[in-house]
């Protein structure tokens, strides 16, 4: 198995590569990158998705304190607390803290964010507003080419996952608009399941991010 990026056509290939090397396609997504240059967002710059050959790593929860809405697990149990004009977020099963509190994050905040994406002006149950989604995929550089993240290696800082915007359109059964991210690859909360369950994003797997410039053409039968 293998997977292709090619930024310039925002198309992931997933490859099956046979021991005499015939390659046949499995399938075929839509996914965007970063611009191929800079950007100016001033939370944090736009910048191009690294070309590169990879593996993949793992697939995990991710939260950041860079990103404001990323400081909470995607699908955290949610409390509206109206009397008090707060929400809280479930910590841990006997565990309830103010996202107000600790995120600074009003509970007027969460129900603008709730109605932008799913047009209901309530605190929703869970925390779906995590920038990164339910799970990221994550990879690196293999410099032993050992398909171990070991000795100096590191993960990149770039990863594979969907966003708050494009999970809602699913749950709306709505067509899933992309836009550039920021660095990181966005794909389809649909495609990425499948590419789950077809084993594409099992730890060791190669990955190779080519240039903007190239381009995948498909040989004539």
Known sequence: MELHFFPGQKLLLALHISGNKQIKIAGRYEAWSGPSTGGTDP?????????????IAKARVYLTPSWKLSGIKWGTPLKDKPSINDVWY?????????????HHI????????HFELYQIRTVPPTWVFNDFGPVVVMWFEDHNNNKQLDGEETLSGQFFHTTPENEAQVSAN???????S??????HPKDRNLLFSNGFFN??????????????LEKPR
């Open 43 to 55: 939370r944090m710059p736009e910048e191009p998705t690294w070309p590169g050959e990879y593996i």
């Open 90 to 102: 479930r910590i841990n099963p006997d565990t309830w803290a103010s996202v107000k509190k600790d």
């Open 106 to 113: 009003s509970r007027k905040d969460i129900i603008r964010l």
């Open 174 to 180: 709505l067509p899933v608009t992309f836009k550039n």
């Open 182 to 187: 920021h660095g990181c690859i966005h794909l």
């Open 203 to 216: 730890p060791g797997t190669p990955f190779i991010i080519h240039s903007y410039y190239e381009r995948y």
